[in-house]
């Protein structure tokens, strides 16, 4: 079973836009990561955070973590069209391996 | 800069036959995860080996399915008989230790059972 579900399921955006998907959770949870996957690709790590942070930077991308509501969103500014791809969150509970969500697929035209 | 490699990139079998996936975690990497991913769903853990042992096979069907790393370093994992219904991804991913760490992916393999 998957512990994340991500909204939207699917998103199509300009170049030039910001990108914003949300995670929801339905336990507690060590930290929560967010992954990308190319299209027939491997997954790559793109930001951890931790469950007492509730903001984190890394480049062109936003993490926010609200652990009373067990969610979490990732914004990506100025999206590019290399930045399609889905977007996958995954919780770590700490008791076993990571547990992924559905998924974002998103599309960014140029 | 050091990745997962992982063989064949490509698989296409009938079904009842027995296929198996290689995979190399990065030099180091104690912990290594094998996922199915459906096409449209984010990957689920078939089995996490902490060296050469199993630490969690509970969603591994093992009436078909076994996995095994051997020397604590490269790993197996072989389905036999293959189902309709085994057609995924199939990834694998290493991380230095259990717990927190970052996994990092291999391109995985696609399995297609006709």
Not at chain 1, 94 to 103: E, K, N, Q, V, W
Not at chain 2, 12 to 23: G, M
Not at chain 2, 74 to 83: F, G, N, R, V
Request: charged share 20%; hydrophobic share 30%; aromatic share 8%.
């Amino acid at each position: 079973s998957q512990q994340g579900e991500e909204d939207p399921q699917a998103l199509s955006i300009q170049e030039g836009e910001n990108a914003t998907m949300n995670c929801s959770y339905k336990t507690s949870i060590n930290n929560l990561q967010w992954y990308r996957q190319n299209s027939g690709r491997g997954l790559v790590h793109l930001i951890l955070i931790r469950s007492n942070e509730r903001e984190k930077h890394s480049g062109r991308l936003r993490v926010t973590l609200d652990t009373s509501k067990k969610s979490s969103s990732l914004l990506i500014t100025a999206s590019r069209a290399a930045d399609t791809a889905s977007y996958f969150c995954a919780t770590d509970t700490g008791r076993r391996a990571l547990t992924f969500g559905s998924g974002t697929r998103l599309q960014v035209q140029p | 800069e050091a990745e997962v490699a992982q063989s064949p990139r490509y698989k296409i079998t009938e079904k009842s036959q027995a296929v198996a996936f290689w995979c190399d975690p990065i030099s180091g990497h104690a912990t290594l995860y094998w996922y199915r991913q459906i096409l449209g769903q984010g990957p689920e853990l078939l089995v996490q080996f902490q060296d050469e042992s199993v630490v969690d096979d509970s969603q591994l069907p093992k009436d078909r399915f076994s996995a095994e790393r051997l020397k604590g370093v490269d790993s197996t994992l072989k389905i036999q008989p293959a189902e309709l219904g085994d057609s995924a991804m199939y990834l694998c991913a290493s991380s230095p230790r259990t717990g927190t760490d970052t996994q990092y992916f291999g391109p995985g393999t696609r399995l297609t059972v006709l």
